[in-house]
């Protein structure tokens, strides 16, 4: 029972983790990545489907990304798409190929971006420690049930806050990283 419910709780936070990383690849730092049109979602032929389905997504260079349709008539559509996305991108067609520039970011809206990663960084801490209370309130209950002895949930409480201090410094390892990238200039 105890081993079960570690792995459960280790999972899920690494779970966590994961969708940390998607959060912060979704913040535009000011060099170019293919992973900030993901969400992209493209008209075609009546049906929206994700840009990386209808066209080649790469880096051209650090500040532009290239994306190559594979039908030649939907270059225009690529471009719009981008263009009407949240993200405040400019880009432009050029042969086959649409070219999509990074706009350089002022201090200003660097300092915004940082605490908005601030804010992503701290819903997954507590994401992390609500998976820690999720654990030992099991732990709690198997005592009650007399499933387990106390000793038995006292190490397995020491178990679960090791490893929700594992996961709370790797989202602080994370966030320090991102607010390197991010005030790089």
Same mark, same amino acid.
């Given at each position: 029972?105890?081993?079960?419910?570690?792995?459960?709780?280790?999972?899920?936070?690494?779970?966590?983790?994961?969708?940390l990383?998607t959060?912060?690849?979704?913040?535009?730092?000011?060099? $170019?990545?293919?992973?900030?049109?993901?969400?992209?979602?493209?008209?075609?032929?009546?049906?929206?489907?994700?840009?990386?389905?209808? $066209?080649?997504?790469?880096?051209?260079?650090?500040?532009?990304?290239?994306?190559?349709?594979?039908?030649?008539k939907?270059?225009?559509?690529?471009?719009?798409?981008?263009?009407?996305?949240?993200?405040?991108l400019?880009?432009?067609?050029?042969?086959?190929i649409?070219?999509?520039?990074?706009?350089?970011?002022?201090?200003?809206?660097?300092?915004?971006?940082?605490?908005?990663?601030?804010?992503? $960084? /701290?819903?997954?801490?507590?994401?992390?420690?609500?998976?820690?209370?999720?654990?030992?309130?099991?732990?709690?209950?198997?005592v009650?049930?007399?499933?387990?002895?106390?000793?038995? /949930?006292?190490?397995?409480?020491?178990?679960v806050?090791?490893?929700?201090?594992?996961?709370?410094? /790797?989202?602080?390892?994370?966030?320090?990283?991102? /607010?390197?990238?991010l005030?790089?200039?």
């Amino acid at each position: 029972m105890i081993p079960e419910l570690k792995k459960n709780t280790e999972q899920k936070m690494q779970k966590t983790l994961e969708s940390l990383k998607t959060d912060f690849g979704k913040v535009r730092t000011g060099r $170019a990545h293919t992973g900030i049109l993901d969400h992209i979602q493209v008209d075609y032929y009546g049906s929206l489907v994700p840009l990386s389905q209808v $066209a080649n997504v790469t880096l051209i260079d650090a500040r532009a990304i290239g994306v190559q349709p594979w039908e030649k008539k939907m270059l225009s559509v690529v471009e719009k798409a981008i263009r009407d996305s949240d993200l405040g991108l400019n880009p432009s067609a050029m042969g086959d190929i649409v070219r999509v520039p990074m706009p350089p970011l002022t201090e200003e809206r660097r300092k915004e971006l940082i605490k908005v990663v601030r804010g992503e $960084a /701290e819903n997954a801490r507590v994401a992390v420690r609500n998976l820690r209370r999720d654990a030992n309130n099991a732990l709690k209950d198997a005592v009650k049930n007399k499933e387990i002895s106390e000793d038995d /949930e006292r190490r397995a409480q020491d178990d679960v806050q090791k490893l929700t201090d594992r996961y709370i410094a /790797e989202v602080d390892k994370q966030l320090a990283q991102k /607010e390197q990238d991010l005030m790089a200039v």
